[in-house]
């Protein structure tokens, strides 16, 4: 059986999938991915098959990224609104989808729920050659609602006024933005074209989609594999279209090109760990890094300070582009890009920025952390509530903080024992949840419903 993954097209995203690819691919299923060129041979050094979809999915407002492919734009805004209103991305979309597809045969397909309206694209291929299809999420719950707190909102379940306050204030963004989008682009917004082409694709009335601030559209008809312990969401009153298939991290060492000195920086390390050095893991994710390069430079090099008021800390540093221009320390090890899980295997605390993936993978290893979601719209600032609601981690302030209040909070997540004592009991309910088991996985995907 054919599986073909469609991820978002950002590394982190596609990384996310490779746990779940796995299982299936031990489990005789014959799985692709659709990436853009510069993904395929990262894809494929993983042990999975690949093909290229290059482009954004039509509908999330990538006119001027996608028309990057096409030729330089002297007027992004003009020319953006002559995409919209020639529907260009959605036709370009829809001819590589096509091709992907037809190439490939999948029996299944997986999505990216940033790729959701591919589900309009490919709604009459589906439907004629009967290849079922889902979507994947590996962020937590993001339906708006004022019952519980969602993953963009900074709120916990006992804030009953905040999360009330955040979701009318979200709402009311939400309902503003769309109506300015409406107008600034003369009628031929986001949702309009989506509506269009959900229209002229005749797609049964039962997948009728709703609006979604995060995803742009979730539809409620469809599974979503949410790829991620559903233990660490803030209520139990989530879609039931959602099915969490738990932390199914990928075993095999992803391959990414290290370094000539890789290795035996890694071995050093390990040496330090086994002489009772305390190993402190920074990394901040490198699209993130690369936003403001500036900023986090300066957070970087405050945190490499926190080595001068403990001579038995190691810091291992991943940091993508600043290596070169970041403070240098006997005792800081930085690299460009590491393996992550090995480094997670052998550390005493982990400085991150709340990404879902690195969330997830220190829940695994029981590795307590010091969040900073240097204030970022999307999940890390939910994420970070989250860790701290489960006792597992600190929240920091990246503009308040100071080398020595750093410090402080890291050797309070060294020392505390509580830290420790409920990642372990999170870890427990995690593994007795029967419902993160393969053969349950396995046969949800197997029993996905054919498209009507």
Same mark, same amino acid.
């Given at each position: 059986? +054919?599986?073909?993954?469609?991820?978002?097209?950002?590394? /982190?995203?596609?990384?996310?999938?490779?746990?779940?690819?796995?299982? %299936?691919?031990?489990?005789?299923?014959?799985?692709?991915?659709?990436?853009?060129?510069?993904?395929?041979?990262?894809?494929? +050094?993983?042990? =999975? @098959?690949?093909? /290229?979809?290059?482009?954004?999915?039509?509908?999330?407002?990538?006119?001027?990224?996608?028309?990057?492919?096409?030729?330089?734009?002297?007027?992004?805004?003009?020319?953006? &609104?002559?995409?919209?209103?020639?529907?260009?991305?959605? %036709?370009?979309?829809?001819?590589?989808?096509?091709?992907?597809?037809?190439?490939? !045969?999948?029996?299944?397909? *997986?999505?990216?729920?940033?790729?959701?309206?591919?589900?309009?694209?490919?709604?009459?291929?589906?439907?004629?050659?009967? #290849?079922?299809? /889902?979507?994947?999420?590996?962020?937590?719950?993001?339906?708006?609602?004022? &019952?519980?707190?969602?993953?963009?909102?900074?709120?916990?379940?006992?804030?009953?006024?905040?999360?009330?306050?955040?979701?009318?204030?979200?709402? &009311?963004?939400?309902?503003? !933005?769309?109506?300015?989008?409406?107008?600034?682009?003369?009628?031929?917004?986001?949702?309009?074209?989506?509506?269009?082409?959900?229209?002229?694709?005749?797609?049964?009335?039962?997948?009728?989609?709703?609006?979604?601030? $995060?995803?742009?559209?979730?539809?409620?008809?469809?599974?979503?594999?949410?790829?991620?312990?559903?233990?660490?969401?803030?209520?139990?009153?989530?879609?039931?279209?959602?099915?969490? $298939?738990?932390?199914?991290?990928?075993?095999?060492?992803?391959?990414?090109?290290?370094?000539?000195?890789?290795?035996?920086?890694?071995?050093?390390?390990?040496? !330090?760990?086994?002489?009772?050095?305390? *190993?402190?893991?920074?990394?901040?994710?490198?699209?993130?890094?690369?936003?403001?390069? @500036?900023? =986090?430079?300066? =957070?970087?090099?405050?945190?490499?300070?926190?080595?001068?008021?403990?001579?038995? *800390?190691?810091?291992?540093?991943?940091?993508?582009?600043?290596?070169?221009? #970041?403070?240098?320390?006997?005792?800081?090890?930085? =690299? /460009?890009?590491?393996?992550? *899980?090995?480094?997670?295997?052998?550390?005493?605390?982990?400085?991150?920025?709340?990404?879902?993936?690195?969330?997830?993978?220190? #829940?695994?290893?029981?590795?307590?952390?010091?969040?900073?979601?240097?204030?970022?719209?999307?999940?890390?600032?939910?994420?970070?509530?989250? #860790?701290?609601?489960?006792?597992?981690?600190?929240?920091?302030?990246?503009? @308040?903080?100071?080398?020595?209040?750093?410090?402080? !909070?890291?050797?309070? &997540?060294?020392?505390?024992?509580?830290? +420790?004592?409920?990642?372990?009991? %999170?870890? +427990?309910?995690?593994?007795?949840?029967?419902?993160?088991?393969?053969?349950?996985?396995?046969?949800?995907?197997?029993?996905?419903?054919? $498209?009507?």
């Amino acid at each position: 059986m +054919k599986i073909l993954f469609i991820p978002f097209t950002l590394e /982190s995203h596609i990384i996310s999938t490779f746990g779940f690819a796995d299982l %299936l691919k031990s489990n005789k299923f014959d799985v692709h991915y659709a990436v853009p060129n510069k993904y395929i041979e990262f894809i494929k +050094k993983q042990e =999975f @098959k690949a093909k /290229s979809l290059n482009g954004f999915s039509f509908g999330y407002g990538f006119e001027e990224q996608n028309r990057r492919e096409f030729e330089e734009s002297a007027n992004p805004y003009y020319d953006g &609104l002559i995409d919209r209103a020639t529907n260009r991305i959605y %036709l370009d979309r829809r001819i590589k989808l096509l091709e992907v597809v037809n190439l490939i !045969k999948p029996d299944i397909i *997986i999505a990216d729920i940033f790729c959701s309206t591919d589900f309009i694209i490919l709604y009459p291929y589906l439907k004629k050659y009967n #290849v079922r299809f /889902s979507l994947f999420q590996a962020s937590y719950s993001n339906l708006d609602t004022h &019952l519980y707190p969602v993953v963009d909102t900074d709120s916990v379940p006992s804030e009953k006024n905040r999360i009330l306050f955040n979701y009318l204030a979200k709402r &009311l963004n939400f309902y503003l !933005k769309t109506k300015y989008d409406y107008l600034k682009f003369l009628t031929k917004s986001d949702f309009s074209i989506i509506r269009k082409n959900f229209t002229n694709n005749s797609i049964n009335f039962k997948y009728s989609y709703k609006k979604n601030r $995060i995803s742009k559209i979730h539809f409620p008809q469809l599974t979503y594999f949410v790829l991620l312990n559903k233990e660490m969401e803030l209520s139990d009153n989530l879609s039931e279209n959602y099915f969490y $298939i738990g932390p199914i991290l990928f075993k095999r060492k992803i391959n990414f090109d290290f370094g000539l000195d890789y290795k035996s920086k890694i071995r050093e390390i390990i040496l !330090k760990k086994n002489q009772n050095y305390k *190993i402190i893991y920074l990394a901040f994710g490198t699209v993130i890094v690369k936003q403001n390069e @500036k900023l =986090f430079l300066e =957070f970087v090099n405050k945190i490499v300070e926190i080595l001068d008021f403990d001579n038995d *800390i190691i810091l291992v540093s991943s940091i993508g582009s600043l290596i070169d221009n #970041v403070r240098v320390h006997e005792r800081h090890y930085c =690299f /460009s890009k590491v393996s992550q *899980i090995e480094i997670l295997k052998i550390c005493d605390g982990f400085i991150t920025h709340g990404g879902t993936g690195s969330i997830n993978e220190a #829940v695994e290893f029981q590795v307590p952390m010091l969040v900073y979601n240097f204030g970022l719209v999307y999940d890390h600032i939910g994420n970070s509530k989250k #860790v701290v609601f489960h006792g597992i981690g600190i929240e920091g302030d990246f503009r @308040k903080d100071t080398p020595k209040s750093v410090f402080q !909070k890291i050797d309070l &997540l060294i020392h505390n024992p509580i830290f +420790k004592a409920n990642l372990s009991l %999170l870890s +427990k309910k995690i593994k007795m949840n029967e419902s993160y088991g393969e053969n349950n996985i396995i046969s949800k995907v197997k029993n996905l419903k054919y $498209i009507e």
